[in-house]
C-alpha cells in the first residue's frame, strides 16, 4: 500500500475517483488556521462587547429584533417565546434557550444597571431563580434600549447581512449614552476575558464632557469623576527572585489572610514584569500596604476590572477608563457625521424637486401644452429648454417669480411635476414651495457648516449626552445613585479581625486548659462533656471577633481570637498549643477584651495595680509579661474597674476597703501592697460604687448588700477586719 491510499478521496456518483480535489497540508497549519477562525469567532461575535455600544452580537440582535417587532415602551407586550424565536430565525442562528438567558438577563435590574428589556412575569431573581419558560413571560424594550438604537433608520451605522443572506442587520447601534460602562460586561474568549462593572451613567456623562473639554485629561483624573479605585503596579523585582513563586506566595498571603489589606494579585506579564496589586479598599494607605508586603513576602473580594473590548468592532483590546470613553465619542461623532450627511442628501433630493415644481409654477403654461398633447410628457419637459422662461400672465403687480437658475429638468423634476395634482396648481402652494425651499436652504447650509466645524460637532455631541443624562441622570427613578462613597478614617493597618464574619460563639475552658468555642450562645448552665478526670472551669459567651484575654500564673498575659478556637463537637484542644503557656502554670482567667476598659490586677502577695486593657494584648504566641511576680507568687486577680472603690479580702478571711484613688495606673510590673498579712496572702479583690454598696452571695445562695462599710474601712496595706457574717466560705465575692 502506497502513502497516497491513505490520503482521502472524492468520489464521482458513480463511484469513480475525481483527480484534482484531494487536498493534503501538515497537520499543525491545519489545526493552526482552524483554531485561529474559532477564536477569532468567539472573540468577535460572542464573548467581547464592543466598546461603542457596549453589547455583544446576541444583545444587539435580540434588541433589533425587538425593533423590527415594534415593541415600543409604550406599546404592548410580546411573548418571549416569539422574540427569541424571530431572533434565532432571522438573525442568531443558535439555542433558542441561550437566546431566551440573554434576553432574561437584559431584563434583570440586579444585573442591569439600567435595563434595556422590560419583562411581565418571572424573570428570576437576586437569590438565583432562573426565569420562567419562554412560554410564560412577555418583554418589550425599554426607553434606555431606545436611546441606543436613536437614529438607527437614518443610516447612522452600517448593515450588513444577515447569516443567510435575506435580512440586514445593524453591524453596532448608534449608542446615545456609554452603554459599556453603565451596564457593565463580562465574557471568556479565547485565551482573554472581559469584565467590567456596572457605573452610574451621571458621572460616566460627566467624564465623557470632561474628555471632550480636555481631549489630553489622565485617567486619574477621570477617575475622580467615576469614582474608581488605585492599584499597585510591580515592574521590578529583587534579584533571582522567581516571579512565580512570588506569585504564589502573595497568593497564599491573600488565602491565610496574613496581610489583610490586600484583596488580590493578578500577573499581567509578558516579557517584561507586571504584577498588579489590589487593595481590600480604596481608602488603604499604599505605604503601609506595601510595607506589609515587604515584611511578609519577597518583596476578597473586589470586582476584577478587566476592560478588554472591540475597538471598532475589530481589535481586541483591554482599554482604560479614556480609552474607553474616546472609542464611545469617536463613534458618536462618526453617528453624527453620518446622521447629517443623510439629512443633507435628503434636503439635496427635495430641493431638487422643489426646483422642477417652481420651474413649472413659473411656466405653467407650456407645461400644461406639453402634458395635454404631447406623447410622450416626460421626454419633452427633460429636452425643454427652461432657461428661456415662459412667463405666464399675472394681475399682481408685485409678484416675482423665483429664479432656479436651471435650464433643463431632471427625471425625478419631470416625474414630480407629472406627479402634481391640480389643487397644487393654486397661488398658495407655489408661495409654501418658496417658504420650504428657503428653509431647506438654511438648513442645509447649518448641517453644511457643522460637518466642517469640529468644535460644533463636539458641542452637539455634549449636548445630546447632556439631553440623555436629564432622561436618566440622578434626579430620575431610574439613574439615582444606589450606592454612595465616603473618604474612610485612614489607619496604620487593618487586623485581621476585621475580615472576620461576625458571629455569636460560646468559649468552654476545662480546668486541665482544655478549649472549644461551640457556636451560638448555648446555655451556659447545660452539661457539657469533658475528659476523665476533667472538668468545667470557664464558660462564657463571645463572638468570633473577640479577641479573649488568656491571664496566667505567671503574670503574662495571651491573646486568643474568637475566629481561630477549636469547633465545639469534640473536647477541643490543650490551649498550650497555641500559646506558649508554660506547662507547670495554671490559668487564672479567661477574658473578652474590651478597648478602653481598664482591670484591677493583683498578685497572691497581695500586691497589685490599675492596667488599662490596651496594654494587656499580646503580638506573639509568647505573651506578654504584665504583672512581676516572684517565686512562689502567681497572679490572683483580674478584675474590670468600676466605681470608685477597691474591698480585698486575705486567706485569713480579713477584709479591707479603700479608694480606688490610692492605687496608681501602670502598664506594668509588681503594683503597690493591696493588703498586710501575717500569714497567707491575697484570697479575692473587687471594684465597686461606695454608694451602693458591696455585694456578696451567701452560702445559701442569696445576694446580700452591706452599705455600711465603716467597719472595713482603713487605708491601704492596712490589715483589715473579719469578714461581714454570712461572707462566702471560699473567701471570693464572686
Not at 83 to 90: E, K, Q, R
Not at 350 to 377: K, M, Q, S, T, W
Not at 515 to 521: E, Y
Amino acid at each position: 500500500m502506497s502513502a497516497d491510499d491513505d490520503e482521502p478521496k472524492i468520489e464521482g456518483p458513480q463511484g469513480e475517483p475525481v483527480e484534482g480535489l484531494t487536498t493534503s497540508e501538515p497537520l499543525s497549519r491545519a489545526i493552526g488556521e482552524r483554531y485561529l477562525t474559532y477564536a477569532l469567532s468567539t472573540i468577535m461575535h460572542r464573548a467581547l462587547p464592543d466598546a461603542r455600544d457596549g453589547l455583544k452580537p446576541v444583545h444587539r440582535r435580540i434588541l433589533w429584533a425587538m425593533r423590527r417587532l415594534r415593541l415600543t415602551p409604550t406599546g404592548g407586550f410580546l411573548k418571549s417565546a416569539k422574540i427569541s424565536g424571530d431572533t434565532m430565525g432571522d438573525f442568531h442562528p443558535h439555542g433558542d434557550q441561550a437566546i431566551y438567558d440573554a434576553m432574561a438577563r437584559l431584563a434583570q435590574d440586579f444585573n442591569m444597571r439600567y435595563p434595556l428589556v422590560d419583562g411581565q412575569g418571572n424573570f428570576g431573581n437576586i437569590d438565583g431563580d432562573n426565569p420562567a419558560a419562554s412560554r410564560y413571560t412577555e418583554a418589550r424594550v425599554t426607553a434606555a434600549a431606545e436611546a441606543l438604537m436613536e437614529g438607527i433608520d437614518e443610516t447612522a451605522v452600517d448593515f450588513r447581512p444577515n447569516y443567510d443572506g435575506r435580512l440586514e442587520e445593524p453591524v453596532v447601534l448608534p449608542a446615545a449614552f456609554p452603554n459599556l460602562l453603565a451596564n457593565g460586561s463580562s465574557g471568556i474568549a479565547v485565551g482573554m476575558a472581559t469584565n467590567i462593572p456596572p457605573h452610574n451613567l451621571t458621572e460616566i456623562i460627566d467624564a465623557t464632557m470632561a474628555l471632550i473639554d480636555n481631549p489630553a485629561i489622565d485617567d486619574m483624573a477621570l477617575l475622580d469623576i467615576v469614582r474608581g479605585t488605585w492599584q499597585i503596579v510591580v515592574t521590578e523585582i529583587p534579584y533571582q527572585v522567581q516571579k512565580s513563586k512570588l506569585i504564589e506566595k502573595l497568593a497564599e498571603l491573600i488565602q491565610i489572610r496574613k496581610v489583610p489589606l490586600l484583596a488580590d494579585v493578578r500577573d499581567e506579564s509578558a516579557e517584561d514584569i507586571r504584577l498588579i496589586l489590589e487593595p481590600r479598599t480604596r481608602s488603604v494607605d499604599p505605604d503601609v500596604l506595601m510595607g506589609s508586603l515587604f515584611r511578609n513576602s519577597d518583596l476578597e473580594v473586589r470586582f476584577s476590572l478587566n476592560m478588554n473590548v472591540l475597538i471598532d468592532g475589530k481589535v481586541p483590546k483591554v482599554c482604560s477608563l479614556k480609552e474607553v470613553l474616546r472609542a464611545f465619542l469617536d463613534h458618536r461623532r462618526d453617528v453624527l457625521q453620518r446622521r447629517t450627511t443623510h439629512r443633507i442628501e435628503k434636503i439635496d433630493a427635495r430641493l431638487e424637486i422643489l426646483g422642477g415644481l417652481l420651474i413649472a409654477f413659473l411656466n405653467l403654461d407650456r407645461v400644461i401644452d406639453i402634458i395635454r398633447y404631447d406623447d410622450d410628457p416626460k421626454a419633452a419637459l427633460m429636452a425643454e429648454d427652461w432657461s428661456r422662461s415662459h412667463i405666464r400672465a399675472t394681475s399682481d403687480r408685485d409678484y416675482r417669480p423665483p429664479a432656479t437658475g436651471q435650464g433643463v429638468l431632471t427625471e425625478n423634476q419631470a416625474e414630480a411635476i407629472l406627479n402634481m395634482r391640480l389643487r397644487s396648481l393654486r397661488r398658495l402652494e407655489e408661495i409654501e414651495l418658496n417658504a420650504e425651499r428657503d428653509a431647506l436652504t438654511k438648513e442645509r447650509a447649518d448641517l453644511a457648516d457643522l460637518l466642517a466645524s469640529d468644535r460644533r460637532q463636539w458641542k452637539r455631541v455634549g449636548t445630546d449626552l447632556n439631553e440623555v443624562r436629564k432622561l436618566y441622570g440622578k434626579a430620575t427613578v431610574l439613574g439615582a445613585r444606589r450606592t454612595q462613597f465616603a473618604d474612610a478614617t485612614e489607619t496604620p493597618d487593618i487586623p485581621y479581625e476585621a475580615m472576620i464574619d461576625r458571629e455569636p460563639i460560646t468559649v468552654i475552658c476545662s480546668r486541665m486548659g482544655w478549649i472549644r468555642a461551640m457556636k451560638g450562645h448555648v446555655d451556659l448552665a447545660a452539661d457539657q462533656k469533658f475528659k476523665d478526670g476533667d472538668g468545667p472551669r470557664f464558660a462564657f459567651h463571645a463572638e468570633t471577633t473577640d479577641k479573649i484575654l488568656l491571664v496566667a500564673e505567671n503574670g503574662r498575659f495571651y491573646t486568643l481570637l474568637g475566629a481561630n478556637l477549636p469547633g465545639g463537637r469534640g473536647m477541643g484542644e490543650p490551649v498550650r498549643l497555641m500559646v506558649d503557656l508554660p506547662n507547670d502554670t495554671g490559668i487564672t482567667d479567661l477574658l473578652i477584651y474590651r478597648p478602653g476598659q481598664k482591670y484591677l490586677l493583683a498578685s497572691s502577695a497581695g500586691d497589685g495595680f490599675i492596667v488599662p486593657s490596651e496594654e494587656l494584648l499580646a503580638q506573639t504566641k509568647a505573651g506578654k509579661a504584665v504583672l512581676t511576680v516572684r517565686d512562689g507568687v502567681k497572679t490572683a486577680v483580674c478584675v474590670p474597674v468600676t466605681g470608685d472603690s477597691i474591698a480585698v479580702v486575705g486567706d485569713n478571711r480579713k477584709m479591707l476597703v479603700f479608694p480606688l484613688s490610692e492605687l496608681p495606673e501602670m502598664p506594668k510590673g509588681k503594683g503597690l501592697r493591696l493588703q498586710k498579712y501575717k500569714d497567707g496572702g491575697l484570697s479575692d479583690a473587687i471594684t465597686f460604687t461606695k454608694a451602693a454598696g458591696l455585694s456578696w452571695k451567701d452560702p445559701a445562695g442569696r445576694t446580700r448588700t452591706e452599705t455600711d462599710l465603716t467597719e472595713w474601712q482603713g487605708a491601704r496595706a492596712s490589715a483589715g477586719k473579719m469578714a461581714p457574717r454570712g461572707f462566702p466560705r471560699d473567701n471570693r465575692f464572686a
